[in-house]
């Protein structure tokens, strides 16, 4: 529980690199110092001498109380508190930070995640839980064997069973293997006369390579745990919290019928997950799919006669209800279309994250003890986001994607603080919890339950969609559909509706910039999408579709290199992915300038187009929107940008009024198009775009 809080997190991975660290060097820290009777958090006593300007000027500045005082001891009760602290400091603490400044303060280390080993179908949607591991090279490193797994399976094994390396990660020798010393973290072997400084022997203690060292704590997630049928699950889980709860609280803390009031469940909770010394193991059954293990609603297929296998409240129905956007997704999105089962005990934890692609989603309750839930609004995702990094910086450092890994929590206490709003619910059988857009959420369970849960998206929702895409280009992870096939899908159905309108001009508009872009940069070769050759015929049709720089969908069109004919490149990517000349490499589409421009009204078309055509003013709104979730620009004139659309101030009369206050016309005509604004309109321009909107 304690590795799943944040700030805990991060004070795990320090001790745990300090006890590397010390044993790399031969000196194991085998005790951490007490004080007050407790142990001294050697991470707290770091950063609170890092924040009063390093050791030198906490030493100089005989600040050793002061720092003492704000990790709570008290200078009645330890008297040897300053020296205490300050030989601490110097012993273990002092020796580690001069060898992280010698190493810039990180790893140099290069992850080998190779696309096509990386790639994730859509349709076999996994759970983002589950622990990542992640190989490391040595720096200087010159291997062609991308992982220490591959490594060791081309390695040498001795009698006894371990792994002889081929050669020094530093000379790239294999002579002299009898000083060969191997790192009890990642088998890889290293000559003693390598090492800087070297060594002379071979440590008695474990051993880790600088690699090891600077990287511990990167590899975390949830590992898998024993496997039970629901009834052995619900023994142990009962059994757990009635011995916990009996050793650790008096029996004034039960009600009547022997259970645990739930706002002392709670408290226990953030106790444990605080606390870096009291380590509690709990299991969660997260993430089963329901298409394996069952439904705990009645389904067509299994119970063709009941009435609730077709009501639109059962989450095997939900999804495709007639407002639902999924009804346009040909693949099955298993967690996203097709319910999962989450099985759970006390104290097992959902940690904070939105859902995939920001949509909706519908958790139900089957049977079971309460299940407590935390929630942040959507419009406060980035207030929180911020929150996040400005508590644990040293994790965002390490995994930029934290919060799409679902691997972290952090008390909202900590968040109120930061002005993130944060509500609560307690969910309970029978109960219905739906989450909304962008929203994030978190939680745990008080006892054994049994929970379903699955996605759904309603027109509302499409805005958010090309935020998260952005969001998983930006972190290089797999999208579940294709945004903009999603539109194209929806076509037929929704083009006189104008929040579909919308949607689809920002697709277009966006489009054909990227392709003029494109064409600009060199790359002149052009042909439709299906008389590409696309390689390798045996290749995942997902693969066929996805950037291999970002991983985000090319639907509408892609460019292919000929020195890898069988990954595409998304054209904000494709000058990226290679360094070959542009006439190396082809631009494919599924459809032209010219169906999309007609889609946008700005150019007639021939033949039938696959679009119907926008009107001026769903264009207009579409730019509008744009406009004002644009960041603010300090750098723009609100002078001489006076209005947003090209020739309106001629429209303008010489006064408005707005609330009984008198609006002046502008100065002169704007210079300047709509699409070219990046700043946050006050209440003149406002005016001005909203006359625009009335005369279209």
Request: with cysteine; aromatic share 10%.
């Amino acid at each position: 529980l304690n590795s799943l809080e944040g700030k805990t997190r991060s004070n795990l991975n320090y001790q745990d690199q300090l006890y590397k660290f010390h044993a790399q060097q031969g000196q194991p820290l085998v005790k951490v110092p007490q004080l007050d009777h407790r142990p001294i958090d050697l991470y707290d006593l770091r950063n609170e001498v890092a924040a009063r300007g390093g050791y030198q000027k906490v030493n100089g500045g005989k600040r050793w109380a002061e720092i003492g005082r704000v990790l709570k001891y008290d200078r009645k009760t330890c008297t040897s508190m300053s020296n205490s602290l300050k030989s601490t400091y110097q012993k273990i603490i002092l020796p580690f930070e001069l060898y992280l400044a010698r190493h810039n303060g990180s790893s140099d280390t290069q992850l080998f995640k190779g696309f096509p080993a990386d790639i994730t179908s859509g349709s076999v949607r996994q759970s983002k839980r589950r622990r990542a591991s992640a190989s490391v090279s040595i720096s200087g490193s010159t291997t062609d064997t991308d992982t220490p797994a591959a490594a060791a399976a081309a390695a040498p094994v001795s009698a006894t069973g371990s792994v002889i390396p081929e050669r020094c990660e530093v000379c790239r020798s294999g002579e002299n293997d009898e000083k060969m010393l191997i790192c009890d973290g990642c088998d890889r072997g290293f000559h003693m006369y390598c090492l800087n400084p070297p060594l002379n022997a071979i440590p008695n203690n474990d051993w880790y390579c600088d690699s090891c060292v600077l990287s511990a704590g990167s590899d975390f997630g949830f590992e898998d745990g024993a496997e039970y049928t629901l009834e052995s699950f619900k023994r142990k889980g009962d059994e757990f919290k009635r011995k916990f709860f009996s050793q650790h609280f008096a029996s004034t803390d039960t009600v009547d019928d022997g259970s645990v009031p739930e706002d002392v469940v709670e408290r226990e909770f953030w106790r444990l997950v605080a606390s870096p010394y009291e380590d509690v193991e709990v299991e969660y059954g997260a993430d089963l799919h329901s298409a394996q293990h069952g439904s705990g609603f009645p389904t067509v297929e299994r119970d063709p006669l009941e009435p609730y296998a077709r009501h639109p409240w059962n989450l095997n129905v939900l999804p495709f209800q007639p407002a639902s956007l999924f009804n346009h997704i040909s693949q099955d999105i298993s967690g996203m279309m097709t319910p999962w089962i989450y099985v759970g005990m006390c104290f097992s934890t959902f940690c904070w994250h939105n859902e995939d692609h920001y949509t909706y989603s519908v958790n139900y309750m089957h049977w079971g003890e309460t299940k407590t839930w935390y929630g942040v609004p959507g419009a406060h995702a980035t207030r929180f986001e911020d929150a996040m990094r400005a508590a644990v910086p040293q994790l965002f450092e390490n995994q930029p994607d934290l919060l799409l890994q679902l691997v972290t929590m952090l008390s909202p206490e900590v968040l109120v603080a930061r002005g993130v709003d944060v509500v609560s619910c307690d969910q309970r059988a029978g109960e219905f919890v739906v989450t909304f857009p962008q929203s994030y959420h978190a939680g745990f369970n008080q006892g054994v339950n049994f929970n379903e849960a699955v996605n759904f998206a309603t027109p509302d929702w499409l805005p958010f969609d090309i935020p998260s895409v952005r969001r998983y280009q930006r972190y290089k992870r797999n999208p579940v559909f294709s945004h903009d096939e999603l539109i194209v899908t929806m076509a037929s159905q929704y083009s006189a509706e104008r929040w579909f309108c919308v949607a689809a001009t920002e697709m277009a508009t966006r489009e054909l910039a990227e392709r003029a872009r494109l064409r600009q940069s060199g790359i002149r070769r052009e042909a439709a999408w299906h008389t590409v050759d696309e390689g390798d015929p045996d290749l995942p049709e997902e693969m066929r579709q996805q950037c291999v720089t970002c991983k985000a969908f090319a639907y509408l069109s892609a460019v292919v290199c000929s020195c890898t004919p069988n990954y595409i490149s998304c054209l904000a990517h494709a000058e990226k992915d290679c360094r070959c000349s542009p006439d190396s490499k082809q631009l494919k589409v599924r459809y032209t300038d010219s169906e999309l421009r007609a889609m946008l009204g700005t150019e007639s078309s021939a033949a039938a187009a696959p679009f119907p055509e926008i009107s001026r003013a769903h264009i207009w709104e579409s730019e509008f929107r744009r406009l004002m979730s644009a960041p603010a620009s300090p750098e723009a004139s609100i002078a001489t940008s006076a209005t947003a659309v090209e020739g309106t101030a001629d429209q303008q009369s010489d006064k408005q009024a707005v609330d009984n206050k008198e609006v002046a016309k502008p100065a002169r005509k704007p210079t300047i198009a709509l699409a070219d604004l990046r700043f946050r309109p006050e209440l003149t321009q406002m005016v001005v775009l909203l006359e625009e909107a009335h005369r279209l």
